[in-house]
């Protein structure tokens, strides 16, 4: 490994270590026969298409519903409760991920349903309740943003709807949806972003309790506070390993919202192992106690559900079918009876699932939210990425950012990119690390009042390039003097195993370590033992470039420290990796 040590004055901050989750295994419990009343016709693309569901209930006429799926190759689809497709909604670009309903929310003043799906981006829309069509209703463009797994939160806190959206990485970001020209079409604005720790999709917020389920699919169920105020804390609802009730892959989340206040939680297990035996896990609303496991097996209409992705369900009147309301699941496999062929979504009567009548539940718990700091202790306020084929990359400050908060700039590019330019005034270029065809160049700023909201932007000449944009913004730093040193080392070695250079740390520093890799295998990271994931992005196409930030969740001793090993996921020559030190505040 060749060293290049570059003084940098930096500014950052953390939060608390994931736990681990045990190996996979078979579901321990009993699993209760329900059977289909009813199925959509099968969408029109073979393979794995169906992905996932949601509920939009009429306002006047609850026979008149519609349920919502997205085709992943090539549509977004709607049909009545008789199964039969009212609107397919398609472009030329084919992928579309997770949708979501939200109805009766505030947007700027105005009360409306608000339907989200995951396609180029956030897009959203309304629907005419005469028509039953659903209306684009983006401001401009999609929402910009990687990802598939997509669920909406409405805040009892503040009134403000926002938007999850999650990348298959396990990356999280938190949109607030918001109308700023009150013109009817709705923007999305980042304020939060955190990192599951692998592979994501499900979730479901509970807009009561503030609270938003996530499932990493060979781990388990996690829930995380809401708010976008909320941290990184989570807490383990059930795992994959030994005592848990599920197995890999955890996949879709539902929630059971019922009129006294009480509830529940369903999550589905594919079961990859045995999918012809995949199987559904409820948990209870407030205590998200183990109640009962189900799986949806064939009536007289229609099939079971085999391998099930996405799941819904909705509590309410929809009419003499489904009167007490709906539990609908993805079916992989659409056989007999009923009809056969592409996927499709298959549907039960609520009531079949989960008891609908229970004493109301005592008061809910407060979600998880990170403690305050310790005096002394710098922390992290934001880190995301932007990971592309482009000319410019660019993020957006978010709102938390303070005036004294350290900001810091990673840019992995292409080294024939050209000279670059951006990101502006304010920043100071620390240093940069070329290993062959991989250079990453480091800049930071200490923030104004005015840098909430502002974008910050790289480009370079010589056309379009893979690059990796990486911010990061920590709080809790000597105002004076908040960077410390850091040095950036080049890795000419053939290996997936990479090594950030060891610094001399005082007490109290937070270390903030930083690799990139370009790679035109398989995509991906594993942190150190003990690290904070912050980012992890895999970039597309031969030649990506991979990056991983993490910090540990608390300072490190007085003494030597960094030397810290990420593994890619596959060997390359071409990587830098950075060690970074923060002071804080005495």
């Not at 003043?109 to 995951?118: E, L, Q, R």
Request: proline fraction near 8%; aromatic fraction near 6%.
């Amino acid at each position: 490994m060749r060293l290049y040590v570059a003084a940098l004055l930096i500014c950052l901050g953390l939060a608390p270590a994931l736990s681990p989750v045990a190996p996979a295994h078979a579901a321990p419990d009993p699993v209760v026969p329900v059977p289909s009343v009813a199925e959509t016709v099968p969408v029109g693309t073979t393979g794995d298409s169906m992905d996932d569901p949601a509920v939009w209930r009429h306002p006047t006429d609850p026979s008149r519903s519609l349920l919502l799926g997205n085709n992943k190759r090539g549509a977004l689809e709607t049909y009545d409760l008789a199964g039969n497709r009212v609107q397919r909604i398609t472009d030329s670009v084919t992928f579309w991920g997770n949708v979501d309903v939200r109805q009766g929310v505030p947007v700027a003043g105005v009360v409306g349903d608000v339907v989200a799906v995951y396609h180029r981006g956030l897009q959203l829309y309304r629907v005419d309740p005469a028509t039953r069509m659903l209306q684009r209703a983006n401001e401009g463009t999609a929402i910009s943003t990687a990802g598939e797994g997509l669920c909406l939160y409405s805040s009892p806190a503040s009134g403000r709807l926002y938007a999850f959206v999650i990348a298959i990485s396990g990356a999280v970001r938190q949109f607030e949806i918001r109308d700023a020209d009150a013109d009817g079409l709705l923007e999305g604005v980042e304020v939060r972003q955190f990192a599951v720790g692998s592979e994501a999709e499900g979730c479901v917020a509970d807009d009561d309790r503030g609270v938003v389920y996530i499932s990493e699919e060979e781990r388990g169920l996690w829930r995380y506070a809401a708010e976008p105020t909320g941290g990184t804390s989570r807490v383990a609802v059930d795992t994959t390993g030994a005592g848990g009730h599920l197995v890999g892959d955890v996949e879709g989340v539902t929630l059971v919202d019922l009129p006294d206040g009480g509830g529940y939680v369903i999550a589905s297990a594919q079961n990859s192992a045995d999918p012809d035996n995949s199987f559904f896990v409820v948990y209870d609303r407030h205590s998200n106690a183990y109640v009962r496991t189900f799986r949806v097996t064939s009536g007289s209409a229609s099939d079971d559900c085999d391998r099930t992705d996405g799941i819904t369900a909705l509590a309410a009147d929809l009419g003499p079918r489904f009167p007490r309301g709906i539990f609908v699941c993805q079916d992989n496999n659409n056989d007999a009876p009923g009809t056969v062929g592409n996927q499709d979504l298959k549907m039960v009567p609520l009531q079949d699932v989960v008891a609908l009548d229970s004493t109301p539940p005592p008061p809910p718990p407060p979600p998880p939210t990170d403690p305050p700091p310790p005096q002394g202790q710098v922390t992290l306020v934001t880190a995301s990425a932007v990971n592309s084929n482009a000319t410019a990359w660019s993020r957006t400050v978010p709102a938390g950012v303070a005036p004294g908060d350290g900001m810091l700039l990673f840019f992995s590019r292409s080294a024939d990119s050209g000279a670059l330019s951006g990101p502006g005034s304010g920043w100071s270029r620390l240093a940069d690390v070329v290993d062959g065809s991989l250079q990453t160049t480091v800049w930071q700023r200490v923030a104004t009042a005015t840098d909430p909201g502002t974008t910050v932007q790289v480009s370079g000449a010589g056309g379009q390039r893979k690059g990796a944009l990486t911010l990061a913004v920590y709080r809790g730093t000597v105002p004076s003097v908040p960077f410390a040193t850091g040095a950036g080392a080049a890795e000419s070695n053939l290996t997936a195993a990479h090594t950030t250079p060891r610094l001399t740390a005082s007490a109290g520093m937070l270390r903030v370590s930083y690799w990139a890799d370009r790679n035109s295998s398989a995509s991906g990271w594993t942190a150190p033992a003990g690290e904070q994931v912050r980012v992890v992005s895999g970039g597309t196409g031969g030649g990506r470039i991979g990056v991983l930030l993490t910090d540990p969740a608390a300072p490190v001793p007085a003494g030597a420290t960094g030397g810290l090993t990420a593994t890619s996921a596959s060997a390359s020559d071409k990587a830098t990796s950075w060690t970074i030190l923060l002071r804080p505040t005495p």
